[in-house]
């Protein structure tokens, strides 16, 4: 549809989430981006997944810069990991996932993310459900 569609991509899109993972590649591991730090994002994929009854994935720490030096695939759970090769394999950069990308034990953080999780998920590319 990119290739053959350049009219699909042309729609408007809402500013982008505050915080990004970068999937790297197979020799760069995936990494948080800030994405005002980094002068705009393009397209981004995000995760929409239930976490259901088991515990949620370990929160960021307040200190987003360990988060932004990288984060290691093997930690992530398999719905994670799935999403970051799938965002490889469509030769896209960023994807958003809520429970990575929000500071959990933030309140000022998760109250200014999840107020925009409609435009999050509406200026995304594409949905991973």
Aim: aromatic fraction near 6%.
């Amino acid at each position: 549809c990119n290739e053959n569609h350049a009219s699909c991509l042309s729609r408007t899109t809402t500013a982008p989430p505050a915080r990004v993972i970068d999937v790297g590649d197979d020799h760069t591991g995936p990494c948080l981006r800030v994405t005002h730090e980094i002068g705009g994002i393009g397209l981004y994929l995000t995760l929409n997944y239930c976490w259901g009854e088991i515990p949620p994935p370990p929160p960021l720490p307040p200190n987003v810069a360990d988060q932004c030096r990288g984060i290691c695939l093997a930690n992530l759970t398999r719905t994670f990991r799935d999403a970051v090769r799938i965002a490889r394999a469509m030769r896209l950069r960023y994807l958003w996932i809520d429970s990575l990308c929000i500071v959990q034990d933030s309140p000022e953080d998760l109250t200014a993310e999840t107020s925009r999780m409609d435009q999050i998920f509406q200026g995304a590319h594409l949905v991973l459900a």
